[in-house]
């Protein structure tokens, strides 16, 4: 067959297209479980760096079992409505957040750290060139920030992707989320402002739009565990 | 079949890609703020470049001229496309900080450059060494720049610290510029400089 016509052309970029969507599939096939097992260790990972427990992909899941003693779902109005731990730690926070607040599964994670209790919520929100997301802790009275870690998909190194480091999260310790019993977040200044009614931090300097995305992000994601935080 | 070693060893220097040919620099600027992601990319480009131009080769008589570029394109892709999944299985923190680079992979100059310069037109084994020694030079340059870049911008080499205490006490501070890409630049530029200044060879008259 001439190799130039037309109609091996078309055979032969038929048959290549089919092959190659066949390799893949069966890699994609063989390694699934192994990365969705990554995936999840990953998350157990940032759920811990949230409370300064520090893991490596080995000792992830000991270390998150030992120091989260309970995850469970509630609701707007701060009832449980999930107990499974590990239902409640599947729920695809991204999902939820696009839902409007009275419709949405909130995950909460209990954790043992230093004899003390503490509460771990998810945030997920938008930065300058993709999502951002993070895991908020807080100490056994629900209102004070006990550490944050944050993660993003494509910000800027150097600029809005410092949100995922140490320097930019340890300003969140100690925060209150709360003003005189009222849910205010945290928000994230540039330099020279300032804010009488809420705690605050900085913001990056020369990542604005993230920083903003940031501050978002706790408003929203929180926001809706705000019945949950006042109950007793 | 014979061993041609010349094929080897030609890219490492004298046919560098990156400071002769000038091929994939956007890479070399994009993943060598560190060491260990630099070393990487560079063993992912090599197992790509050498297995792609093994692959065309061997396609390369039933090529229709008319999709040549379609079908190395293809092929490149699909290669990448598996790295990139074996690297999500086994290696997750890796593949977290290559991201979206491994993808691109694909537009890397260096792979299409050999596809069609080298792979239409020569034997699989040939392809193959070729691929091999253009992607071993690659890495080389990649290690060379992120080393400097690593040093002078973190004062860390492979992540471990490397510039004692009391030098940071006696004001040294790391050059911030270097983990930039800029600066990746201005090294490839120097490496060239150092070559080109050793290497009568490659002087333009």
Known sequence: MDKNSNLYTYLYASVMVVLVALALAFTNGLLKEKQKKNVELDKMAQILQSVKVESTAATAETLYNETITAAYLVDSKGVVIESDARKTFLVDVSKEVAKLAVNRR??????????????????????????????????????????????????????????????????????????????????????????????????ISGGTITSKGLEAMLQNSLGAYNAFLNKP | MKFNKELLLKPLSRA???????????????????????????????????????????????????????????????????????????????????????????????????LEAFALGNKPLDSFLDGLGNGLGYAIILFIVAFFRELLGSGTLFGFKVIPESVYRAGYSNNGLMILPPMALIVVGCIIWVQRSIRKDLQEK
Request: hydrophobic share 50%.
């Open chain 1, 106 to 203: 909130l995950p909460v994670y209990e954790a043992a750290v230093g004899g003390q209790k503490k509460y771990i919520l998810p945030v997920y929100g938008t930065g300058l060139w993709g999502p951002l997301w993070g895991y908020v802790s807080l100490n056994d009275d629900k209102r004070t920030i006990f550490a944050a870690s944050f993660s993003h998909q494509g910000e800027t190194p150097g600029l809005g992707a410092e949100i995922a480091y140490k320097p930019f999260q340890q300003q969140f310790e100690g925060k209150s989320l709360f003003r005189k019993g009222v849910f205010t977040s945290i928000g994230v200044l540039k330099s020279g402002q300032h804010d009488d009614k809420r705690d605050a931090v900085d913001a």
């Open chain 2, 16 to 114: 560098n890609p990156v400071l002769v040919l000038v091929l994939g620099v956007c890479s070399t600027l994009a993943v060598t703020a560190q060491i260990k992601p630099a070393l990487v990319m560079g063993i992912s480009v090599t197992i790509v470049t050498a297995f792609s131009n093994l692959i065309v080769s061997l396609l390369r008589n039933g090529i229709p001229n008319r999709i040549r570029i379609i079908v190395q394109l293809v092929v490149v892709a699909a290669l990448v496309i598996i790295v990139e999944q074996l690297l999500k299985a086994f290696a997750y923190d890796m593949w977290k900080s290559l991201s979206v680079f491994l993808g691109l992979i694909i537009t890397n100059c260096i792979l299409m450059g050999r």
